[in-house]
């Protein structure tokens, strides 16, 4: 009984696996130009938990393509402490985040704001339009002893 035991252990430390993140998120993105060739851009966020032991304290989202002006962030109790970073034409932004939810599915919201006007170029009586990537994360967490 003990071999199959200790056979059993080791088969079981060398089985990968595999775990789900943290969290889940969504990004609604709206796009709104004039007549010039400006934007307005509203990202709505949606950080979802998938545990009850964590909750996210910081947001990060580069924007690649796109110079970003007049950057504004705020959640359902007013603005939220931003950080931004220029660097090769990529502006990384760091949210703060104060208000998020704690428990399993919970859904933590934000929304970004911002306005471009790199994102539109007139060639002749055409517009041409380049939307940005972006790459989003969750860097920082926190546990919460329950």
């Given at each position: 009984?003990?071999?199959?035991?200790?056979?059993?252990?080791?088969?079981?430390?060398?089985?990968?696996?595999?775990?789900?993140?943290?969290?889940?998120?969504?990004?609604?993105?709206?796009?709104?130009?004039?007549?010039?060739?400006?934007?307005?851009?509203?990202?709505?966020?949606?950080?979802?938990?998938?545990?009850?032991?964590?909750?996210?304290?910081?947001?990060?989202?580069?924007?690649?393509?796109?110079?970003?002006?007049?950057?504004?962030?705020?959640?359902?109790?007013?603005?939220?402490?931003?950080?931004?970073?220029?660097?090769?034409?990529?502006?990384?932004?760091?949210?703060?985040?104060?208000?998020?939810?704690?428990?399993?599915?919970?859904?933590?919201?934000?929304?970004?704001?911002?306005?471009?006007?790199?994102?539109?170029?007139?060639?002749?009586?055409?517009?041409?339009?380049?939307?940005?990537?972006?790459q989003d994360s969750l860097n920082s967490v926190t546990n919460i002893n329950l």
């Amino acid at each position: 009984m003990i071999v199959f035991l200790i056979i059993f252990l080791f088969f079981q430390s060398i089985i990968p696996s595999y775990g789900i993140n943290e969290f889940t998120t969504n990004q609604e993105i709206t796009y709104q130009f004039d007549s010039q060739g400006n934007a307005q851009v509203e990202h709505k966020i949606s950080i979802i938990n998938n545990f009850s032991q964590f909750y996210p304290t910081e947001y990060n989202l580069s924007l690649s393509g796109s110079q970003a002006a007049d950057i504004q962030a705020f959640d359902s109790n007013g603005n939220i402490p931003l950080d931004i970073i220029e660097n090769n034409g990529e502006t990384k932004l760091s949210l703060k985040l104060t208000n998020s939810k704690t428990g399993k599915n919970q859904i933590t919201q934000l929304t970004l704001r911002y306005s471009s006007d790199s994102l539109a170029k007139k060639r002749g009586k055409t517009w041409e339009i380049s939307l940005p990537q972006f790459q989003d994360s969750l860097n920082s967490v926190t546990n919460i002893n329950l």
